[in-house]
């Protein structure tokens, strides 16, 4: 089946240490979304590629980086996270821009010891 | 703005029941409006989704009403089972930006 895949499911890390999360798709989408979500709160867009334009949102702090090599992954990067990094990060795709279905991963979990 | 107002925040319903969401925007730029359904654990899964050229749209038990003079549209499930149990999402679109709402605990109760 055709799909978004996220990798890990969990990720725990230390104060301060760099973490990479990554996300693989199937589907040939054009975009790639990375979403921060935290308890009981809806997703947060962080960033999004259209093919391999960047698009970052105002809000998304620094410390945040992205990277899409290809059409098929894409990676976020916490330079250093803090406490307050800790989240659920999910993956999104959709095949064009403007007002088409996004499909999630089913995310990663991420602690910060 | 950009905020897509969701309500009730939590809701209990028994099961057989309907379930009404009821969500309300204020940009009329936006153009489409789906409806998620996220599990615990797992990421938001589309549900069902309508343009403000139709006032209703139906699949299976599911169906968006949406109002576009009043800028409000609501998610209902007709003959709510325990396998609905989840939290539900509107968003809407306009451009490339999907915005949220703040999400709905549904508990569907035998």
């Known amino acids: 089946d055709a799909m978004v895949i996220q990798n890990p499911r969990y990720q725990v890390t230390q104060f301060g240490k760099p973490v990479t999360l990554s996300c693989s798709q199937t589907?040939?989408?054009?975009?790639m979304y990375w979403y921060q979500q935290k308890s009981s709160q809806a997703p947060k867009l962080l960033f999004h590629?259209?093919?391999?334009?960047?698009?970052n949102e105002a809000d998304t702090p620094d410390n945040f980086q992205s990277r899409r090599p290809n059409t098929s992954f894409c990676f976020l990067d916490i330079r250093s996270p803090g406490l307050g990094d800790a989240a659920m990060y999910l993956c999104?795709?959709?095949?064009?821009?403007?007002?088409?279905?996004?499909?999630f991963g089913d995310g990663t979990r991420l602690s910060i010891l | 703005q950009q905020q897509v107002k969701q309500s009730p925040q939590s809701l209990i319903v028994q099961k057989g029941g309907i379930s009404i969401i009821n969500c309300a925007y204020e940009?009329?730029?936006?153009?489409?409006f789906p409806w998620y359904q996220q599990f615990p654990g797992k990421g938001p899964a589309l549900l069902i989704a309508?343009?403000?050229?139709?006032s209703e749209k139906k699949e299976g038990r599911f169906t968006i009403s949406f109002n576009k003079s009043a800028k409000q549209f609501s998610l209902h499930i007709m003959d709510s089972q325990p396998g609905d149990s989840a939290t539900y999402f509107c968003?809407?679109?306009?451009?490339?930006?999907?915005?949220f709402g703040t999400g709905t605990r549904l508990t569907i109760i035998p």
């Open positions: 999104a795709t959709s095949l064009q821009k403007i007002n088409q279905p996004q499909h």
């Open positions: 589907l040939n989408h054009n975009v």
């Open positions: 590629y259209y093919d391999k334009d960047f698009n």
């Open positions: 940009n009329t730029a936006f153009d489409y």
């Open positions: 309508i343009r403000p050229d139709v």
């Open positions: 968003a809407a679109s306009s451009r490339e930006k999907l915005t």
